[in-house]
């Protein structure tokens, strides 16, 4: 053991590990907690803290400490601009530009430098508002090569890279939506599947139905992808009951559930992602997350960054966002946030604080995790580690 | 005229000034700002930029420039912590301790000193995020001595100072409201209006009803001081059309409104300022500023900063949910945090970039103002100007 860091007099320690403090947020009030080599090196009571001496030591003077946020799902490889469309869905004009669209266009037509930028820029606005892991999808190539072109571009940079060729039927295939899936689960798979840990359908109305969705998950699951599911966003459909039949990591969305629904997530082992930016910027119903929870279903929740839909790293917004308008209690959103996203992606050395995680922690400008919902809006992360390392932030303490 | 800065290459630059440029915005593209003796010496078009050489000359790289926020309605004199309270309340659990009263106790214990240093606390917090003017009121104190502190507190750092003893009746006069009525509008109307510009009431069932605002507003107005008021939040009320009636700069909040009501502002020149982060943090009812805007209502928004009900000092997150909930367009929710704020406040210096107005300027991390709203959550204020002076802010820029 090499501790290099002892973060002392914290007034508020979340660990996420029930064996360290109360409740499953694994809370430590008065606590400290020794990072080194990358990793916690222990967690607990101040009073308990190990005698062998840090290198370095930092008083939190009350302040809350929680795990770095797990930003489970974004689409960070793009080009182009659609404020304009924001601007006129917001103001109720109609806006019949071609929504994603728009988008694959830009992304085709930019330099891999300038796509690359735009994923920097993203990755480290998301770490400033303490997003230690992000994963990042493709589908705005949607060619063979634009596809190959936005993984390797998002595995040079992100933890988790997710293959979303169908993300809608590439404009040149319109009509043709089969032989796009034959692409996507052919030449497009083979260029990309080296790049890429999961597999990602769109499974609903206008993009891909039930059928589509299962060629595309075996397809994937046969190179040795592992599926995760949009779901159920727009309207009813097979998108969660699929997730759940092939295992799936993670059901993205997962707003409009029936009964089925529900119990099927409650009976398997595929965590709903909510991602409730989506619906704030686009007017649109949100999931409901208590009956979610009140039926032992895991939830996570992700910021959905992408520019159409959803253009936010902000995960303490979605947790006041998930608080408001979704019912879930501080403690829930900020356990989604940060072990529920490590859940949907299948981690389980991150989201948490306990002995030998990976040392990523968020200090707050706060006495209590609780403030992230409390305090809408504003900025208040004023430390992140990222594996014991300290991320540039930007909010001054008070 | 002493140019002393060059705000150059603008992408989008707002100055709430038609004379200057497009719609009520007053936008102008590719737009040059000259800042100097602490005022706007000129703002236009890039290409017409007056040669007077300036000593210094920022490249604004393509970025949109706004006027600072005009905060109008904030409670920052008070001490404690209600995380409990609100995490009750989100929780679904009753929380029967005692809401203003905690504050109050905790407030009348608490040093004058500690009390500064609360306010200049959230007076930073809220520079950081853009806020160049905020309004401050009393009424954590409730007694003569505490009111008169809290205004002096005030006084000493915020530009517009609110005598609000009329909060709540203080606890001690439990049952004998129109003895505390009386309080207000004697020793403690004397004590307070030196340091007050402005006379505000909690017009509300549980707080004052009608008779009672009206001796009290009319009480500050024979003392020199001008009217706003706490108006229809909680129910149908008279709050609005007494604020009507006295001519008061704000009727605050404006939730609850009859068909009379929003004729009432409509036809006066009483402001309309909704305070969504309010209804965001009590899962309130939104108000509807569509309404009220459709009726050539003057709608500001402000982020009732206060530790209970809305502890926030972020109005990018206040436009934000402006847009989605309160069905604002991005445009007018720009408008009404800047210079509807002003208006809130008869305030002509602030809230806009024409020529002579304070040199109150926010620069974005953003190509558009609109990304206020299309961005949420996302901290994206580079830099602030407050009468040409530039202020520490936090993001650097991309």
Redesign the interface.
């Known amino acids: 053991m090499s501790p290099s860091l002892l973060i002392d007099n914290i007034g508020q320690l979340v660990t996420n590990d029930p064996t360290v403090g109360c409740g499953p947020l694994g809370l430590v009030e008065d606590a400290a907690l020794v990072l080194g080599d990358g990793v916690v090196q222990w967690a607990g009571p101040r009073h308990a803290v190990p005698q062998a001496a840090a290198l370095e030591r930092l008083d939190a003077e009350g302040r809350a400490v929680i795990p770095g946020f797990v930003d489970s799902h974004g689409h960070l490889v793009f080009a182009g601009?659609r404020?304009a469309e924001?601007?006129a869905r917001?103001?109720?004009r109609p806006y019949t530009a071609g929504g994603i669209a728009t988008t694959v266009t830009a992304t085709r037509a930019a330099t891999s430098n300038d796509l690359g930028l735009t994923v920097d820029?993203l990755l480290?606005?998301g770490l400033?508002?303490g997003t230690t892991t992000m994963e990042c999808k493709s589908g705005y190539g949607l060619t063979v090569p634009d596809e190959q072109r936005s993984l390797r571009i998002a595995a040079e940079r992100t933890d988790e890279v997710t293959y979303l060729g169908a993300h809608v039927v590439a404009p040149e295939y319109a009509g043709r939506a089969d032989e796009y899936v034959d692409l996507v689960c052919g030449a497009m798979l083979e260029a990309c599947a080296p790049h890429a840990r999961w597999i990602d359908v769109f499974c609903e109305r206008g993009a891909f139905d039930g059928d589509q969705t299962r060629q595309i998950l075996r397809a994937g699951v046969a190179r040795g992808l592992v599926p995760r599911v949009h779901a159920n966003q727009l309207g009813h459909g097979p998108g969660v009951q699929l997730a759940v039949e092939f295992g799936a990591a993670s059901a993205d969305h997962a707003t409009h559930l029936t009964d089925e629904d529900v119990a099927a997530l409650a009976s398997g082992t595929t965590v709903a992602t909510l991602l409730p930016?989506a619906e704030?910027?686009t007017?649109a119903t949100y999931p409901d997350a208590r009956r979610l929870l009140d039926a032992g279903v895991t939830v996570a929740l992700a910021a959905d960054c992408n520019p159409g839909s959803s253009?936010?790293?902000?995960m303490?917004?979605?947790i006041?966002v998930a608080?408001?308008d979704l019912?879930m209690?501080?403690?829930e959103a900020v356990w989604s946030a940060t072990l529920g996203g490590a859940r949907a992606l299948r981690r389980s050395d991150v989201g948490h604080l306990g002995v030998g995680a990976r040392a990523d922690a968020v200090l707050l400008d706060a006495?209590?995790h609780?403030?992230l919902?409390?305090?809408?809006?504003?900025?208040l992360v004023a430390a992140v580690w990222r594996a014991g390392v300290r991320m540039?932030t930007?909010?001054?303490l008070?």
């Open positions: 601009d404020t924001f601007s917001m103001s109720g820029r480290a606005e400033r508002s930016a704030f910027s007017r253009y936010t790293t902000n303490p917004f979605c006041a608080v408001r019912r209690t501080p403690d006495p209590s609780v403030h919902a409390y305090r809408p809006g504003v900025p540039p930007a909010v001054p008070s």
